[in-house]
């Protein structure tokens, strides 16, 4: 499925994207924002930083990079940022393809990106690239439940979102951060193993 097809979709669903989600996150995701932006230091790049629901939670001292390829989306990251007073360099940019110089981040953070980011080891594989070796990578997603009930509904709700909006639920982060390398820091896993939030880094 091609780039631009994708971009267009996040673009039109920007206008009500930050109210579904706001719910999302009551009912499911729970404290995840601050759980994962609590913990980023340095110079911290968010991969698909999507309307920037994450930047109020940010500790005030990090260096922050924002991506997504909606350009709408950026906009509303752009007026969150203005309205927090909080400096961001937002790109417009492919998460799969990062125009960004390799081991220039401490910190890499991607919230419910990797279920939407069409080649999600490509972009894994990019996150890696550009974090230095001592780096952490903290992530959250919405993942393949542990209940198999539950797996099977999300297989069969798979069938219409992946084809019309891109969103998988069948993936999980994990096993394909620990084949690039890293090693889990903490990992936590809730509502039937529904959501998975992680801290990794490669130097142990
Ligand atoms: C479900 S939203 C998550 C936004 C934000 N991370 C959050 O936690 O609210 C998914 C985001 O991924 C972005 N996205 C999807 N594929 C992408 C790609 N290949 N490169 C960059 N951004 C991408 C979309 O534009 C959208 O903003």
Known sequence: MNRARWARYWDRK????????MRWDQRLFG?????????????????????GLNL???????????????????????ERAASLNRAIRLLRADAQRLPLADNSFDTVVCTFG?????????????????????GL????????????????GQWLVERITVPLAGEHFLRRQLPLVRARGYTIV???????????????????
Request: proline share 6%; glycine share 4%; aromatic share 6%.
């Open 14 to 21: 920007s206008d009500r994207y930050d109210a579904e989600m």
């Open 31 to 51: 404290d995840s924002r601050p759980w994962a932006c609590s913990k980023a230091r340095g110079e911290v790049l968010e991969v698909a930083v999507g309307s």
């Open 56 to 78: 109020p939670h940010y500790p005030p001292d990090v260096q922050l990079t924002g991506v997504d390829f909606s350009t709408k989306m950026l906009d509303l990251a752009a």
């Open 114 to 134: 990797l279920c939407a980011i069409p080649d999600n080891e490509a972009a894994l594989d990019e996150i890696t690239r550009v974090l230095r070796p001592d």
């Open 137 to 152: 990578l903290i992530l959250v997603d919405h993942v393949v439940s542990t209940s198999r009930f539950i797996r099977a």
């Open 186 to 204: 903490q990992a936590e896993r809730f509502r039937h193993g529904l959501v998975e939030r992680l801290v990794a880094t490669r130097l142990r």
